[in-house]
């Protein structure tokens, strides 16, 4: 089974602060998701990347899939409190297309 | 309806009693999931069916039962469950196969399950 390290596991900052988020495996993902998930709620797909080096723009939030595929990065530039949530990444392994690998999560807090 | 729904979305019982959660998906996915979320542990994968035949059972122990009666529909059937069992329980669904395909996955709100 790969293992996915975030971190960190929580952040709590001020409205406006930048922040990122990592993801990190030992092992090789085909592609790699970042969901984020609100209390009460079920996590929803934010992202989706599959190319190394790859860099996906989502409003205020930048993604990053390693060049070797093994590491990812969500950045957010000016939070908002609207961005509180759990957020977290998911790999797919080449091999196994209907299995997702979930990190533990980072539980931001975004502070008004 | 649209997305993926479940219910019960609370549900308190006790550890002798016997109940089922239900998911539906409106989205003409083939395949669906049920995972487990505990505090400070990642998503756990307990089952997952594609074109309505269960195709992975992550060793989850037999009080937990699921049923797949078409590509709409998900239940999990639970009896003589522990207090360690107490979780959130999200259903999930997804597109399986194709050239693009990279299981993305669309999740319902989940069932908060007490056992006591």
């Known amino acids: 089974t790969q293992l996915l390290e975030q971190s960190p596991q929580f952040l709590s900052i001020q409205e406006g602060e930048n922040l990122t988020v990592y993801c990190n495996s030992s092992?090789?993902?085909?592609?790699l998701q970042w969901y984020r998930q609100e209390p009460g709620e079920g996590p929803v797909l934010l992202v989706t990347?599959?190319?190394?080096?790859e860099v996906k723009k989502l409003k205020r939030l930048t993604f990053q899939f390693g060049d070797a595929r093994k590491d990812s990065s969500l950045h957010i530039t000016a939070a908002q409190p609207g961005d509180t949530g759990l957020y977290l990444c998911?790999?797919?392994?080449?091999?196994?297309?209907?299995?997702?690998?979930f990190g533990e999560g980072t539980q931001l807090t975004v502070n008004p | 309806e649209t997305g993926v729904t479940q219910t019960p979305r609370h549900l308190v019982m006790g550890m002798t009693n016997k109940k089922s959660l239900k998911c539906e998906q409106h989205?003409?996915?083939?395949?669906m999931y049920w995972y487990k979320q505990s505090a400070k542990k990642p998503l756990e994968l307990m089952f997952v069916?594609?074109?309505?035949?269960?195709?992975e059972n992550n060793s989850v122990p037999s009080r937990f039962s699921p049923e797949c009666p078409n590509s709409s529909h998900l239940f999990l059937h639970l009896h003589t469950l522990q207090p360690e069992d107490s979780a959130l329980y999200l259903c999930?669904?997804?597109?399986?196969?194709?050239?693009?395909?990279?299981?993305?996955?669309?999740f319902g709100p989940g069932t908060r399950l007490t056992v006591l």
């Open positions: 069916y594609s074109l309505e035949e269960r195709v």
């Open positions: 092992s090789v993902f085909s592609s």
């Open positions: 989205l003409g996915h083939n395949a």
């Open positions: 998911a790999g797919a392994e080449e091999t196994s297309g209907s299995r997702l690998t």
């Open positions: 999930a669904s997804s597109q399986d196969g194709g050239p693009a395909n990279y299981n993305e996955q669309f």
């Open positions: 990347v599959v190319t190394g080096g």
